[in-house]
């Protein structure tokens, strides 16, 4: 009964960070991807894709490490083993929110090889014609 | 004192100093890149990330319960002193990320140096005034008012 409590009230602090985490990142995340991606319906999937990626990553690294440590044995202390479990979502969170971080990165790169920059995105002014 | 109350109460003062270095923060990052990465989307992309990176990891190395005793055979000051370890690699993870996106806007100030300098170098051959061969790119810009 104690591991099972343990495993619930851990999962629900991983699940209380990871909705904080798509939340923070929800709006930035799509207007990103659709910059990024020239059209609102690449933008989207791109956007989903993204999300999916970070639940899946977080909760595949939680049930990893819970296999790989003593979190849910009977003589780890309640507390301790409820923090293993959030330690062990934001080590997966980190890891995903990376991911998707070098995602942006290549793409951002490689927009800004194929295309040339604008004013306002690090450029000087444009010239004023016929002044 | 029980090292379980030790390292709650650790715990909690690494999750609020982590909230105030991340509202400290805020501001001044989003003016910056604001100004660094050129659009608002990207912008709002790399503040919200850096800010959870930087939480995220303050949170990590907040809750390490490295150097707690036994509570069987904890004495109080055991306690406080796994107390300050605990502490201590709270710093430790909150500096390391701090500074590492502290390097990462470095590198995207760079970044945006260069683009400038590109940019006024081609503007100048555009206004008939080609620069000497070898001749390195103008200084850079300076910011958009």
Known sequence: ??????????????AAALATVLLALRR??????????????????????????????????????????TSLEAGTP??????????????GLLLSLGVVSAAVVQYTLRLGRHTPPEYGAGSVPPRQVGG | MAPMLGFAVAGLIAVGATLATVMLLRPHLQRLLDEVCGTPARAGFWLATSLLAIA????????????????????AQDVFLGGVT??????????????????????AI???ERRADLHAYYAAIERGAPPAPGQRPPAAAPPRA
Do not use: K
């Open chain 2, 86 to 107: 605990q502490l201590r690699l709270f710093l430790v993870g909150l500096l390391g990320s701090v500074l590492a996106i502290a390097w990462g806007l470095v590198q």
């Open chain 1, 28 to 69: 930035p995340l799509a207007a990103t991807l659709i910059e990024l991606c020239g059209e609102p319906h690449r933008g989207r999937l791109w956007n989903r894709v993204a999300r999916v990626a970070l639940v899946a990553g977080t909760l595949l690294v939680v049930l990893l490490g819970s296999w790989l440590s």
């Open chain 2, 56 to 75: 995220i990891i303050g949170v990590l190395a907040g809750t390490s319960t490295y150097g707690y005793p036994d509570a069987a055979t904890a004495s």
């Open chain 2, 110 to 112: 760079r970044a945006f």
């Open chain 1, 78 to 91: 309640p507390l301790l083993g409820v923090m293993a479990l959030l330690r062990w979502g934001l080590t």
């Open chain 1, 1 to 14: 009964m104690t591991s099972l409590v343990v495993a619930g009230a851990g999962m629900a602090l991983v």
